[in-house]
């Protein structure tokens, strides 16, 4: 139905195709933002981000779109669809265009080092362990794909990226001691750089706030902070007030139980002499 589709040119995410596939059956059928959302109980605003690709709508939204517009099903197949466009996951797709909205982005990572800050070798080899049974083929696009988000850092706003890094994660042999070598050595890198604050969470500090890793989005706009977290084969993503500032918390108590950046750098160096012995 979306002829300006048609005659556009370059990529298009999948969130924007979708939100302007909502926004021309809307105008065909002279119904409001309000009377789209309605069936799904989301309001005007949830709407607008649909339509204007800054959100991917939710399995719920589709389907009462398919109810509002008499589409049966056709909607939450263009969803579906739409929400693998670019190879992203489903569930990762919402988190993906917060980030590239993001003013700031606080990370806490137990285990395993930050999408943001793994190296193509380290990324391969936690694919090929996580998912063992996919081609090489399909391997190499899940670390095309994750590489891409570094986009993020070159746009003309980058975001302020601070990590808080467990110590576990530059313990773990992830592919090989020449994997990890080389990993550090990119951690040292951006840790000198002005686009990353990295503080390390050593194991002498005792017991962690949370054992789970979790991102905080910050925006400049008078958008909510956004909490997200991965569970099994999911990603959620939520602005709820209370649980948002209960994960602002533990990440504070986290940075004050690190190192400084400075004497996490130098700790970076030291574990670094450990893998290329």
């Given amino acids: 139905m979306s002829d300006g589709l048609k005659r556009a040119t370059g990529p298009v995410s999948g969130a924007a195709y979708f939100g302007a596939e909502v926004r ?35 399995p719920e939204f589709a ?15 263009l969803r579906d669809r739409c929400a693998e466009k670019g190879g992203y996951p489903d569930w990762f797709e919402p988190y993906r265009l917060l980030e590239l909205r993001a003013s ?19 990324a391969h080899a936690m694919f090929r362990k996580g998912c063992p049974t996919d081609d090489l083929d399909e391997t190499a696009a899940k670390v095309a794909r994750r590489l891409k988000r570094r986009e993020v850092l070159e746009r ?39 686009r990353f604050t990295i503080q390390l969470l050593p194991f002498s500090s005792g017991a962690i706030s949370w054992h789970l ?18 569970t099994l084969g999911a990603g959620h993503v939520t602005d709820s ?11 504070d108590r986290m940075r004050a139980d690190a190192l400084s950046p400075a004497a996490s750098l130098k700790r970076l160096r030291e574990v670094m002499k450990d893998w290329t012995r």
């Fill in 104 to 122: 700031a982005a606080l990370t806490f990572s137990n285990g395993l080092i930050a999408g943001l800050l793994q190296t193509e070798a380290y």
């Fill in 213 to 230: 890793g979790f991102t905080l989005l910050k925006f400049d706009d008078d958008e909510p902070d956004m909490l997200y977290q991965e």
């Fill in 24 to 58: 021309e059956w809307r105008l065909g059928k002279g119904l409001s933002q309000r009377e789209v959302g309605a069936p799904a109980r989301y309001g005007q605003q949830y709407v607008a981000k649909v339509e204007a690709g800054d959100r991917m709508a939710s």
């Fill in 241 to 251: 007030r209370k649980v948002v500032a209960e994960a602002s918390l533990i990440y």
């Fill in 156 to 194: 003309e706003n980058p975001p302020l990226v601070w990590v808080v890094l467990d110590e576990s994660c530059l313990r773990r042999t992830i592919g090989s001691p020449a994997v990890m070598a080389e990993q550090l050595a990119h951690l040292i890198k951006e840790a000198e750089s002005p």
């Fill in 63 to 77: 389907d009462g779109c398919d109810q509002v517009f008499g589409t049966p099903g056709m909607f939450a197949r």
